[in-house]
T-cell receptor, first 115, second 114 residues
Framework: NAGVMQNPRHLVRRRGQEARLRCSPMKGHSHVYWYRQLPEEGLKFMVYLQKENIIDESGMPKERFSAEFPKEGPSILRIQQVVRGDSAAYFC?????????????FGPGTRLLVL | AQSVTQLDSQVPVFEEAPVELRCNYSSSVSVYLFWYVQYPNQGLQLLLKYLSGSTLVKGINGFEAEFNKSQTSFHLRKPSVHISDTAEYFCAARASGGSYIPTFGRGTSLIVHP
């Protein structure tokens, strides 16, 4: 059973470009979470999605960032007009259900570097 | 809302020595507690979790943690570490009343020397 998959693993963008990060949850999981990890910091929640629905985007910056989880295909985190401060590791996690006891399984992350 | 404090940013230790990584939490409601390990350039892997019941929780790789409600702590321990335990360790808390969003500590870097 494959784990959570993320691609690309590393992404380099110039300021002003767009970054698209993809996450395929574990088989049978319909709940996806995105987190951002800045250097020497813990993970910060960004957004929680179920298939075709955004459940909670309270951790997402109001501008330039968007996320989706379509009926078919991976979840996408999109960052428009990237700036140097967007450089971070972005992790996706998935779970079978959404309760607080549910274990979230993490992917290996996408490390975004903005030049 | 809850907060998680990991008191040590870095813990150096010799191989086969015991280790304790400290975690304290603050919350106005009861919480579930988790420890994750992150190896270089990898995602987080769950080591163990406390939901209810026995306050001593055993996890993978020989780690265990003890929930202490009075001291609001959830320290992680291992009696004898290996070089391969060198990694970043994160403590996390989630409100038991329905929140799916964990709050993570800033992490403790465990460095095991030969």
């Amino acid at each position: 059973n494959a784990g959570v998959m993320q691609n690309p693993r590393h992404l380099v963008r110039r300021r002003g470009q767009e970054a698209r990060l993809r996450c395929s949850p574990m088989k049978g999981h319909s709940h996806v979470y995105w987190y951002r990890q800045l250097p020497e910091e813990g993970l910060k929640f960004m957004v929680y999605l179920q298939k075709e629905n955004i459940i909670d985007e309270s951790g997402m910056p109001k501008e330039r960032f968007s996320a989706e989880f379509p009926k078919e295909g991976p979840s996408i985190l999109r960052i428009q007009q990237v700036v140097r401060g967007d450089s971070a590791a972005y992790f996706c996690a998935s779970s079978m259900a959404g309760g607080p006891q549910e274990t979230q399984y993490f992917g290996p992350g996408t490390r975004l570097l903005v030049l | 809302a809850q907060s998680v404090t990991q008191l040590d940013s870095q813990v150096p230790v010799f191989e086969e020595a015991p280790v304790e990584l400290r975690c304290n939490y603050s919350s106005s409601v009861s919480v579930y507690l988790f420890w994750y390990v992150q190896y270089p350039n990898q995602g987080l892997q769950l080591l163990l979790k406390y939901l209810s019941g026995s306050t001593l929780v055993k996890g993978i790789n020989g780690f265990e943690a003890e929930f202490n409600k009075s001291q609001t702590s959830f320290h992680l321990r291992k009696p004898s570490v290996h070089i391969s335990d060198t990694a970043e360790y994160f403590c996390a808390a989630r409100a038991s009343g329905g929140s799916y969003i964990p709050t993570f500590g800033r992490g403790t870097s465990l460095i095991v020397h030969p």
